[in-house]
């Protein structure tokens, strides 16, 4: 264990010292994984040898006027503070727009301090002092005007792989995600397990962070392409619901994990929805010498909704596809 690591765990031990005695009461400050402390203190002691998973948490915030909470999402990276602390804030008071906003100005902010630096504790309190604008600043953005430019989305489509999909409990979390969050596409469950998910990029992100958190690790996003769009992307949907996709196993065995989906079946449900087709067929099938059929990531799997912005799509691989 190199030494700038064990410096960087102690100081995310400290820091979430400093964030529990702030938010003493239950549910302030929720951890997604419930053990992360432990294991880390573990691993710091020699006890555990394996690097144990990174810091993930939220804190909710009440905000005196107007009267309003802010969830932050808080990922700290295994050698964070030297480097950049992944974060998120959200509204259910904001609109789109003004949260993007707010976590423009929050991440402008948290890219003034130096390496080494801690900074949640600073970014709560800039969050506590500068915020309320934001809610304020709603009504002004929201009156109508015949002047007003079209607000522009961007919407995305995202292909991703898993080895498999079978547990019941994680089936019913991604479509109780993919619903929530008003995407459309499909899971596959079986092996290999297959998801399509599109919608406005805010909205594709965080379904990808909440699925993939706290612990599914072979997963990985095949492909994704976006588009700018001024309206509220309906024509540019593939699939009109977010849906479970059941297919038969090879065999008569049904959801075996030793036996893979019919992938003919599959090919066959992506020629209902023709460009869906187009697209599988041409940006995320490779040669049979990869598993299943599917090829190995084109772009880094982000980690937060933050990184996503480093996903670059290349221009000559548009959204839609003539026919």
């Not at 998120?88 to 949260?99: H, I, K, N, V, Y």
């Not at 993919?178 to 992100?205: A, N, S, Y």
């Not at 849906?243 to 020629?271: I, P, S």
Request: hydrophobic residues 35%; charged residues 25%.
């Amino acid at each position: 264990m190199s030494a700038s690591m064990k410096e960087c765990l102690q100081l995310q031990l400290l820091e979430m010292e400093m964030l529990f005695s702030m938010f003493p009461n239950q549910g302030e400050v929720k951890l997604e994984d419930v053990n992360a402390l432990t294991n880390i203190k573990r691993y710091l002691d020699g006890i555990r040898e394996a690097l144990p998973p990174k810091i993930e948490f939220v804190i909710t915030l009440q905000i005196e006027e107007p009267k309003v909470k802010i969830d932050l999402q808080v990922t700290m990276p295994h050698s964070y503070p030297y480097v950049a602390l992944q974060m998120f804030a959200r509204s259910p008071e904001l609109d789109r727009q003004q949260q993007l906003l707010l976590n423009k100005g929050l991440t402008s902010y948290i890219g003034t301090f130096d390496p080494g630096e801690l900074c949640v504790c600073a970014a709560i309190q800039w969050l506590q002092d500068n915020s309320a604008s934001y809610f304020l600043n709603r009504k002004l953005v929201d009156e109508p005007s015949t002047q007003a430019k079209p607000v522009k989305n961007t919407f995305l489509r995202m292909w991703i792989y898993s080895h498999h999909i079978y547990q019941q409990d994680l089936r019913k979390k991604i479509l109780e995600v993919g619903k929530r969050l008003d995407v459309t596409g499909f899971c596959m469950t079986g092996k290999p397990g297959i998801i399509c998910v599109e919608g406005f990029k805010e909205h594709c992100e965080e379904f990808w962070h909440t699925i993939r958190y706290p612990n599914w690790k072979h997963i990985s996003c095949k492909h994704a392409e976006s588009i700018e769009t001024e309206g509220d992307g309906q024509d540019l949907r593939l699939f009109h619901s977010f849906e479970e996709l059941l297919l038969e196993a090879h065999g008569d065995y049904g959801l075996r994990n030793d036996y893979h989906m019919n992938l003919g079946q599959f090919l066959e449900f992506l020629k209902k929805h023709k460009k869906a087709l187009i697209l599988f067929s041409h940006r995320v099938m490779s040669n049979s010498s990869q598993p299943h059929g599917l090829q190995r990531a084109r772009i880094p799997v982000p980690y937060h909704p933050s990184e996503f912005a480093q996903v670059h799509v290349h221009e000559e691989a548009p959204l839609l596809w003539e026919e």
